[in-house]
């Protein structure tokens, strides 16, 4: 009986954790990027390694932290450990509205992917609807248990990288019999490191939830090992796929065409493969941006379920289902993601989508200086026993961190500490609110 209650208390195994890593990854940002990063050429290439490796030193960051606090809440439990509870609930109070503003803009891009197939889903008012419904939907899923949610993430996750596979199988067969002659020529001369800091920006958004497998961590079997290990794998096998993957579109392709194009991985299929295959990577592209949006709200609710739990949110928060899901988080993250959609209804779904980006990127690259910090923190107070090694990736993650954090440029730091700081006063209040519950 202690077992069984034991395996629905920790639903998620390896399997789950490593879709959750991958499948939140795996989003809207992939199929479009190409456009963005063909007139870089090979700087582009250099950029994803630098983003790769630097999201790698993160990730490793992480999976050291989970192991010796394999605790609910990810980045605000480690914040908190090292520097107590106000920093903690500032990191947690960023990082949570991060993730509604920013799973309205993957629910946005869900939705411009569906309106390709279906226009009418593309007009006013149909498309915040639509977004709307598809929120909502995922909440259900979640809040009818952990493990369904998992096991939706696993399915999501495999039905976005099948295509993305092909591409890459599609690429190096054209690359077997037609050789190196299709790809663009390597130019010492073209390489500038402005042109690879630019890269590297944009690859940035979509390494973004390489933590996710932190936060429920209390819903982990054998976090100390599974967490790791999710993590570690996952970043690298998206970034893996990642690298060769839009290489292929970029370096294949001429300029002239992935430059401009709405579809880019469309359009390097129907010309290597001779088929019109837009409807394809639109359903492709819904598909993953659905995938992604699936785990985000999973973690949505985590995040302050286990701040409610610890005291430093409203109780209500963290009362569970007797499925043991956060239902009241879920609902009032949902609740909190629908306001942001109906807000920005107005805007076309592309400068909303970008508005959302900025927002988001912004606290997460706050939120991973915050976590590199914490371990340096935790190593000089003895509760985290490291090797020489692991300090020189621990050193590389802090400035890979800072570096994105310059790159993102100075509106995107300026939202980043704002809503940080944005926190204090509420966790003041709450605490106000707490001692005079105390006292009565």
Known sequence: MKQETAAVARPMGFWMALALVMGSMIGSGVFLLPASLAPLG?????????????????????GVLSKALPKAGGPYAYTRAAFGDGAGFAIAWAYWISMWVGNAAIATAAVSYLSQLFPVVGTHGVSAAVTIVIVWAFTLINIRGTKLAGQVQIIWTIAKLLPLIAVIGLAA?????????VVRNFELSDISTASISTATILTLWAML??????????????????INRATLFGTAGAGGIYILVCSAVVLMLPVAITSVSAAPFADFVSVYAGTNAGTAIAAIGAISALGALNGWIMCQAELPAALARDGLFPAFMGKAATNGTPRNAHLFSTSLLTLVILMNSSRTMASMFEFLILLTTAIVLVMYFGCAAAAFCLIQTGILKVSLGF????????????????????????????LLLAGFPVFWLLQLARGSKAVS
């Open 391 to 418: 300090k020189a990736i621990l050193l590389l993650a802090a400035i890979y961190s800072c570096w994105t954090i310059y790159g993102a440029g100075s509106e995107a730091l300026v939202w980043g500490i704002a």
């Open 42 to 62: 090979w700087n582009s290439v250099i950029g994803w390694v630098i983003t790769v490796s630097g999201a790698l030193c993160v990730a490793s960051v992480f």
């Open 209 to 226: 939830g390489l933590e996710l497998a932190t936060v429920p961590a209390d819903k982990v079997q054998d976090p100390e090992r599974t």
């Open 173 to 181: 067969y054209i690359l077997t019999i037609q050789g190196t002659n």
